[in-house]
């Protein structure tokens, strides 16, 4: 076998490498263009003296910047120091902190340590002293509490000669600030880290700057939730609603007969009987998961909102309880019937069992998409669950727009909080007249709903951040006052979007999620901070790259799945030494584990690695994101186990057959998608895997001969659609006793789409001979 040199290697990549620029839209929003490129670094005169410092870049935009003259550089004798007045953070947190259960200003440093280290590399000693010197980060409180904009969230950042000083209210708004430094620092210079001198003074124009997950229609591991969160809140996002139970999209019992089979998600899991049987065998959380996972959020200045969603979208418990669905085939199987009894009190057995699990002030109980010939009867339930909630928990509820679908003589209790989110089921200017408070996530502008082609897939982020606002409820007529508040409506509580899954589990993938997340974060949260009251507004054009290399640089982040590479090549194993040693020059070398041994074999590939089905070869990464392509030569021996594994990673797998057919699979989120190509035994086959944004192809032999599909099963598609897969790159086969028997040849992994040409020259240059 020829050895693959990286020469060689840079040769194969530059043959496909296919740039696709996207074409800039021009601005219409009015905002001043400014040069960003050196606002971390000080302008000079031409004698050398430095100029004011401009506004430095982060997101959301600071409120006031007065800039100073110089630089101040983090360095290894920086110290994050705590006031001791303050270390615990709590005297004042409980009398101004919206939290119900704030952090201390010592959790949050513990954090930010962690935090810098990942960056910068500099290990960073964490301190209680009421002395900071000018390499210093000073953490305090103390800041006025009577001024209304910094109360409860703002803050106070000095950068200067004498150090860095962080000041606020509430240890939350302290928090902040140290992500605004920390963004600060992830756009400086990266060989001095070095950060321009001045002060700001920075507050959010909204209290409440929200993202709802739909976690109950894709099984969701709480890791996944927890990194929405980390996520989210370097955007200083303050609140998550987490979306508990729900199925899909459902019309009626006659035109879905089968409605008790469909999959459906409740995703709290009691140690009560009664209840427990409610919760998915899949992924469901444990009171005990619940507390550390609000006690992970308060590190992060988020506060949780739950949401159990009565008395529609709650298949869970009419597929467990057909006789409290609606008795009538002409409504859909997911209704609960108000009007039975046992149902009544069913709903408040629910929140009595799980409502004492969060410590939120709010919780949801969703009220939407409900039998709008029951309108009244709705009504009466939504008030009866505010007077149950309000008198048990002292809580007060939340609830969907949903009052013009639900039409009735009972009015709704202006004391239940309103989440606006489509104009045919709520007004929201009609409800702030009336006295509710409304939370802004008006679809389609607040809603992402990967692949579902009724919403938007990825979020405009230039049409949200050059048009939208949390006063704008209506994006295309943003001047109508019947159709949009007034910015300082003080019943407007804010605003943000929602990541909703509908219809579409099977579609996308965990990591397609986050992916879609994060490229949504940025815009909505300079709008809820700042918006348009920003002096330093600047066009989109230029404010998207810096948001994307922020974005993308999150510490504590794993979902992005884009490993770091020196070249298009991300790893390049082909065994011709006897090791597993990565040609791609960055070092990804992989381990033979449990027996993976490489012999000399000849037929034209030299050494290979002989697998069995106890052995594999490990990387040291774990799954990579599209654009990727992922390429190999296999022999398999004639005899395989069931669900023999090719590749597998913690986001799935690659099988080699499954348990019904030999072709290889997919496997990923719980779902299979089989491709209809076989490997023949004892025969080397090449077998390669691309993904380019749009698609999944699958190569035979360098020659495409797949593309990988699903099933869409809502009732106005009904057809396969293309699938984009996350490529799992942990284990050349598998830790569980399940690989591929067989042989394995020139192992490669490119970080970009890879197409039928380049794909045969790849092939020829990992082997001298072809089948």
């Known amino acids: 076998m020829r050895r693959v040199s990286v020469s060689i290697l840079a040769a194969i990549a530059a043959i496909g490498v296919v740039n696709v620029m996207a074409t800039p839209v021009p601005s219409n929003s009015g905002y001043t263009s400014v040069d960003v490129s050196s606002q971390n670094s000080p302008s000079k005169t031409s004698s050398g003296d430095c100029k004011i410092q401009p506004t430095p870049f982060v997101i959301p935009s600071l409120q006031q910047w007065d800039g100073g003259k110089g630089e101040w550089k983090i360095s290894k004798s920086t110290r994050l120091v705590i006031d001791p007045k303050y270390a615990k953070g709590i005297s004042l947190d409980s009398e101004h902190s919206v939290m119900v259960n704030p952090s201390t200003l010592q959790d949050y440093a513990a954090m930010f340590k962690a935090e ?93 700057r929200l993202t709802m997950h739909d976690i109950a229609r894709k099984p969701v591991p709480l890791s996944d939730i927890k990194e929405y969160a980390t996520m989210t809140s370097f955007f200083k996002y303050n609140t998550q609603q987490l979306h508990f139970n729900d199925n899909p999209g459902m019309q009626t019992k006659n035109l879905m007969p089968d409605w008790q089979t469909k999959y459906s998600g409740f995703r709290l899991k009691s140690d009560n009987e009664e209840f427990a049987k409610y919760a998915n065998a899949d992924v469901s959380y444990t009171k005990q998961e619940m507390r550390e996972y609000q006690d992970f959020l308060k590190t992060r200045g988020v506060d949780l909102i739950p949401e159990i969603d009565l008395p529609a979208h709650s298949l869970a418990f009419t597929k467990i309880h057909p006789e409290w669905s609606i008795q009538s085939d002409t409504v859909r199987g997911d209704w609960l019937d108000l009007g039975n009894p046992e149902v009544q009190q069913f709903t408040k057995d629910l929140w009595a069992e799980f409502g004492g699990w969060f410590d939120a002030k709010h919780l949801s109980i969703g009220a939407d998409e409900y039998d709008a010939t029951k309108g009244d009867m709705a009504r009466a339930f939504v008030n009866d669950m505010h007077d149950f909630i309000a008198a048990k928990f002292n809580k007060t509820v939340r609830m969907w727009g949903s009052d013009k679908q639900l039409p009735g003589k009972l009015d709704i209790d202006t004391d239940i909080q309103t989440v606006h989110w489509d104009w045919t089921y709520s007004n929201p200017i009609e409800l702030m007249q009336r006295g509710h408070k409304v939370t802004n996530l008006n679809a389609p502008d607040c809603y992402l709903v990967p692949r579902s082609q009724s919403y938007e897939d990825f979020i405009d982020e230039q049409k949200v951040y050059e048009l939208w606002e949390p006063w704008v409820f209506d994006i295309l007529d943003r001047a109508n006052a019947s159709r949009n508040a007034r910015p300082d409506e003080p019943l407007l509580t804010g605003g943000g979007f929602a990541n909703w899954i509908d219809f579409l589990s099977e579609s996308v993938t965990r990591v397609e999620v986050y ?46 799945r884009r490993p770091e590479s020196k070249g298009q090549f991300l790893i390049s194993y082909d065994f011709e030494d006897g090791s597993v040693k990565d040609d791609s020059g960055n070092n990804y070398d992989g381990k033979l584990s449990n027996g993976a041994k490489v012999v000399d074999i000849g037929e034209g590939h030299g050494k290979a690695v002989q697998l069995t089905a106890d052995s594999f070869i490990t990387t040291p990464l774990e799954s990579i994101r ?60 090449h077998i390669a895997f691309s993904a380019d944004g749009t698609k999944t192809s699958v190569f035979y032999n360098m020659r495409r001969q797949a593309i990988v599909n699903y099933f869409n099963p809502r009732w106005d598609q009904l057809r396969n659609e293309t699938m984009l897969l996350t490529g799992p790159i942990n284990t050349i086969g598998s830790k569980s006793g399940n690989s591929v028997d067989g042989l394995i040849d020139g192992f490669f992994v490119l970080n970009r789409a890879s197409y039928g040409g380049e794909m045969a020259f790849l092939g020829k240059h990992y082997a001298n001979a072809l089948p």
């Open 626 to 685: 599209y654009p990727y392509a992922i390429g190999m030569w296999v022999k398999p021996n004639g005899d395989q186990k069931a669900d023999a594994v090719l590749l597998e990673s913690g986001d799935g797998k690659v099988l080699i057959s499954n348990s019904t057919s030999p072709t290889i699979t997919f496997e990923q989120d719980g779902n299979r998608y089989n491709t209809q190509i076989v490997l023949p035994p004892n025969t080397w086959s």
């Open 116 to 208: 810098i280290k990942e960056v910068t590399g500099l290990d960073v000693t964490v301190v209680v002293d009421s002395n900071s010197g000018k390499d210093d980060i000073f953490l305090t409180l103390g800041a006025d509490a009577k001024d209304a904009s910094l109360n409860h969230e703002g803050y106070l950042l000095d950068i200067g000669k004498k150090g860095v000083t962080i000041q606020a209210v509430t240890s939350r708004g302290a928090f902040w600030g140290t992500r605004t430094l920390l963004q600060m620092l992830i756009l400086a210079n990266e060989n001095d880290f070095a950060l321009p001198q001045g002060s700001a003074r920075d507050y959010p124009n909204y209290n409440e």
């Open 515 to 560: 992916d879609r997340l994060s490229k949504a974060a940025g815009a909505y949260a300079e709008k809820l901070w700042t918006g348009a009251k920003n002096p330093d507004n600047i066009a989109y054009e230029q404010w998207a790259p810096l948001a994307k290399k922020l974005r993308e640089n999150i510490p504590g982040i794993t979902l992005d």
